[in-house]
């Protein structure tokens, strides 16, 4: 069973960047398409991007395409969110999510099994 920490949140201003990482404990990676999704607070988990298990393919939420980018380096066992021209509706608890059997298209937080313990993202307005 894979875990999975996020790292990199932290509160900055609306157009800036930041860039979350999501590290897994085993070393196959490779075998997972992994999500990323977010949770503000008195709001459903909401799906935000997603990477094919080799990075060849990304999905994005409307909401977030041209600004975000997903990308993963199965060697270190991370993915990667890079948050640029931040806005304050971007605040929320962003969670990474793995799972073997979904495609990169899927959204909805249900489908996959494995979950990170969410790190903070405040943005200032």
């Known amino acids: 069973q894979v875990q999975l920490a996020e790292s990199g949140g932290g509160l900055v201003q609306a157009g800036g960047s930041l860039r979350l990482s999501c590290t897994a404990s085993?070393?196959?990676?490779?075998?997972?398409?992994m999500g990323w999704f977010r949770q503000a607070p008195g709001k459903e988990r909401e799906f935000v991007s997603s990477?094919?298990?080799?990075?060849?393919?990304?999905h994005y939420a409307d909401s977030v395409k041209g600004r975000f980018t997903i990308s993963r380096d199965n060697a270190k066992n991370t993915v990667y969110l890079q948050m640029n021209s931040l806005k304050p509706e971007d605040t929320a608890v962003y969670y990474c999510?793995?799972?073997?059997?979904?495609?990169?298209?899927?959204?909805?937080?249900?489908?996959?099994?494995?979950w990170g313990q969410g790190t903070q993202v405040t943005v200032s307005s």
């Open positions: 999510a793995a799972d073997t059997t979904v495609w990169v298209s899927t959204i909805a937080p249900g489908d996959y099994d494995y």
């Open positions: 085993e070393r196959t990676l490779s075998r997972y398409v």
């Open positions: 990477i094919s298990r080799s990075g060849g393919s990304t």
